[in-house]
């Protein structure tokens, strides 16, 4: 009796392949949206459980990056004599790259892993099969209202995050290191803009990542191995996966949207 | 699968199936196999672990499609129905998972109320009072509110039992209902398969290994083994019929036409006593 050796695939066109079904997937859950609309309790309930559950933790991690942000930026600044522009640069950094990044990565950490054990699991123990047979489309049911859900929730979170990061940046600034508050708010509010920083950075690059990690997290729970290990597996690879598209299309929108 | 269906008076079998063949991994789970499923019966199916009893369950609901041959329930060819045409035939089939499958996001009442909730409109009063009533069928309105994880084996899959009859289907699969039950637990779900086949005349198809507790609530059965039907009748005929097949099956001896070993290749040579031969 010998151990079964692990097998040896073509890692791109396995990558690849998991893109295109990943896109046909898509395809599928948009066709489902109609029919999740019947569900509309199921999308809320998904909504409370990767969003306001998240909570927590991004205002949290929101809070920390504003404060170390502003913490290095104001030792940076004071050499050259400009610790009035930190508050700016938190700003500006936080709405355009960090808010919408670091949130998505956090989301797909909190609520990605969560949506794909929890469907992995339902694969494993015949819940899906269940519902097939009792006429419920599983699709409409479970994938759409968490892919919805998570659409809808980034760029909310993203929001908390990134107000929670500025706030950060005004207690470390303003309250400890003695920046002045009007310079603090003034140089903010001139600078930053709405379109290019709030509606572009903040809102369409949260979107686009909500949808992504979304998509990934149900794509994976739906296509684990019912197993106790594939579970796990497809759990590490919404992560990996996710973070590694986030980045990606980070950089994407933000040479297109510059 | 309609009120139609069910009430047909005809003997024309509810499920037809023609030449079902299916191979999975290299293996012939069923090699051109024909099996006529009669009209407000409780018919059971049995055989040998693996040879694909839960797989044929599959193909009747269109669960899994078969490489060759076609299956008809009321007359319609399963493979041929669109997935709306599936999930409206679906409606009207019950199917006991083997392994219960109750959602585990919610109650045993929300379990059983699941299928109710999502076809139809019905006011919540009557929603609960049906609920109720198939609680109590199975023994279990006093764990209307417990978790699926706080149930034992058992009890799970009266739970799953009162989902699957729920609607008062026409059809209903049962994947090894008896699995797990207690004698008294046992005793209550063979009359309950009975009073739902006498009462409402709905077509009972189970996949089962106990013979004594078939040949209490079965009026036909159907043996298979090495993919083909290998003995049909009434329990009472297929345990007296003396082939090979139920002989041994019946029997339950080691050594027969229905092997106990799963291919392998020589055993002493495994052992690493290549110069040992049978």
């Known amino acids: 009796m010998t151990a079964r050796k692990p097998q040896r695939r073509n890692m791109v066109g396995q990558v690849l392949a998991q893109i295109g079904s990943c896109g046909l997937f898509l395809l599928t859950l948009l066709a489902a949206v109609p029919r999740s609309m019947r569900h509309f309790r199921e999308t809320t309930r998904q909504l409370w459980f990767v969003g306001a559950m998240s909570l927590t933790i991004i205002m949290t991690c929101g809070l920390f990056v504003g404060m170390v942000l502003m913490l290095q930026l104001y030792h940076v600044l004071s050499i050259f004599g400009g610790t009035s522009a930190s508050g700016m640069v938190v700003a500006l950094a936080v709405y355009r790259e960090l808010g919408p990044v670091v949130t ?20 494993a123990t015949d819940q899906i099969d269940a519902m097939e047979m009792m006429a419920v489309d599983p699709v409409a049911y479970v994938a759409t209202p968490r892919f919805l859900a998570g659409l ?107 | 699968m309609t009120q139609a269906d069910r009430s047909q008076p005809d003997d024309s079998p509810l499920v037809r199936i023609r030449g079902l063949t299916t191979v ?27 040879t694909g009893k839960t797989t044929l369950l599959k193909h009747i609901t269109g669960q899994m499609r078969a490489d060759a041959g076609e299956i008809l329930v009321g007359g319609r060819n399963v493979a041929g129905l669109s997935r709306d045409q599936l999930y409206k035939l679906r409606e009207g089939i019950g199917y006991l998972f083997q392994n219960s499958a109750l959602l585990t996001d919610f109650d045993v009442f929300e379990n059983v109320a699941f299928p109710l909730r999502q076809h139809t409109r019905l006011p919540e009063e009557l929603i609960r009072n049906l609920v109720l009533l198939k609680l109590q069928a199975v023994g279990l309105r006093g764990a209307a509110r417990l978790m699926p994880n706080e149930l034992s084996g058992g009890m799970a899959r009266r739970v799953a039992l009162a989902r ?93 036409p229905v092997p106990f070993q799963y291919p392998a290749g020589d055993y002493a040579q495994a052992l690493g006593f290549p110069g040992v031969t049978k």
């Open chain 2, 24 to 50: 999975l991994n290299g293996k012939t789970i069923f090699d051109a196999l024909d099996m006529d499923i009669p009209r407000g019966r409780v018919t059971a199916i049995m055989g040998p672990s693996g």
């Open chain 1, 104 to 123: 998505a990565l956090l989301f797909a950490g909190r609520a990605g892993t969560s949506i794909t054990a929890e469907i992995g699991l339902m694969r």
């Open chain 1, 152 to 258: 809808i929730a980034m760029p909310l979170l993203c929001c908390v995050f990134c107000a929670m990061a500025v706030f950060g940046g005004h207690l470390v600034g303003v309250t400890w290191l003695g920046i002045d508050n009007g310079t603090f708010w003034s140089n903010m509010t001139a600078v930053v803009d709405v379109r290019t920083d709030i509606v572009n950075g903040v809102l369409l690059k949260s979107l686009a990542f909500g949808a992504v990690v979304s998509l990934i997290a149900v794509f994976q729970g739906f296509t684990t191995p019912p197993t106790s290990e594939g579970v796990a597996y497809a759990t590490t690879r919404t992560v990996v996966a996710s973070s590694i598209a986030i980045l990606a299309l980070d950089f994407v929108l933000t040479a297109f949207l510059m």
């Open chain 2, 164 to 256: 699957a009859i729920v609607f008062d289907p026409g059809l209903i699969l049962y994947d090894e209902p008896f699995v797990g039950l207690d004698p008294v637990a046992l005793n209550q779900v063979l009359k309950l398969i009975r009073t739902l086949n006498q009462t409402l005349g709905i077509t009972s198809v189970l996949v089962a290994h106990e013979l004594e507790a078939v040949k209490q609530v079965a009026d036909h059965v159907f043996l298979i083994a090495n993919g083909k039907v290998v003995a049909q009748g009434s329990p009472e005929a297929i345990a007296a019929d003396g082939s090979p097949w139920t002989r041994q099956f019946f029997g339950g001896a080691a050594d027969g």
